[in-house]
């Protein structure tokens, strides 16, 4: 199975912040990542797929990077809404692997 | 509009069953792959399970292989997930989810269900 780790595992920023969250995989899985974003209560909403393209609807202000093994997601301007915790997930074989999680916080 | 609603969990005995329904509408059921992702209380998103289009092909993570079965009722738009020898580290919110391509992931949520395994 493949093994996905996130770096920092929390993020104390604040409104306006530029925010960088890492993910690594144990393998390469091309550009076959995803970032969602997780809120208490709430299910998973999908920001970006295939490293790099924003799902419609999702603010311009999030940004993915990457390939390989290695891939960034980056928020430009924190917003309050935007706190909340990041998790990417490969889906480049099964099982669908997710990181552990980064959790954005004040 | 995709709409996934789940149902059936609840609380239930180590070592007890409980069957899991996601109820689908807004697209073509039977055209896509439908999964089961699971949030443990306090901790990170964990990747269950997985069933094709026609049902007829399956993948589980290790953690739940050999007591948990996906299935899906295509006529109903429906998927399932029964769940048997279920343990304490099982209490967790459960999540359909669909996948409208392969370029994409998972991009379609339900809310969740909570299954509470304790004695």
């Known amino acids: 199975d493949i093994q996905m780790t996130q770096s920092p595992s929390t993020l104390s920023s604040s409104v306006g912040d530029r925010v960088t969250i890492t993910c690594r995989a144990s393998?390469?899985?091309?550009?076959?990542l995803a970032w969602y974003q997780k809120k208490p209560g709430k299910a998973p909403k999908l920001l970006i797929y295939?490293?790099?393209t924003l799902e419609s609807g999702v603010p311009s202000r999030f940004s993915g990077s990457g390939s390989g093994t290695e891939f960034t997601l980056t928020i430009s301007s924190l917003q309050p809404d935007d706190f909340a915790t990041y998790y990417c997930?490969?889906?480049?074989?099964?099982?669908?692997?997710f990181g552990p999680g980064t959790k954005v916080d004040i | 509009e995709v709409q996934l609603l789940e149902s059936g969990g609840g609380l239930v005995q180590p070592g007890g069953s409980l069957r899991l329904s996601c109820e689908a509408s807004?697209?073509?059921?039977?055209?896509?792959?439908m999964y089961w992702v699971r949030q443990a209380p306090g901790k990170g998103l964990e990747w269950v399970s997985v069933?094709?289009?026609?049902?007829?092909?399956?993948y589980y993570a290790d953690s739940v292989k050999g007591r948990f079965t996906i299935s899906r009722d295509n006529s109903k738009n429906t998927l399932y997930m029964q769940m048997n020898s279920l343990r304490a580290e099982d209490t967790a919110v459960y999540y359909c989810?669909?996948?409208?391509?392969?370029?994409?992931?998972?991009?379609?949520w339900g809310q969740g269900t909570l299954v509470t395994v304790s004695s």
């Open positions: 807004g697209f073509t059921f039977s055209n896509y792959a």
């Open positions: 393998q390469s899985i091309s550009n076959w």
């Open positions: 997930q490969q889906y480049h074989s099964y099982p669908f692997t």
């Open positions: 989810a669909s996948r409208s391509g392969t370029i994409k992931p998972l991009d379609s």
């Open positions: 295939k490293a790099s």
């Open positions: 069933i094709t289009g026609s049902g007829d092909s399956t």
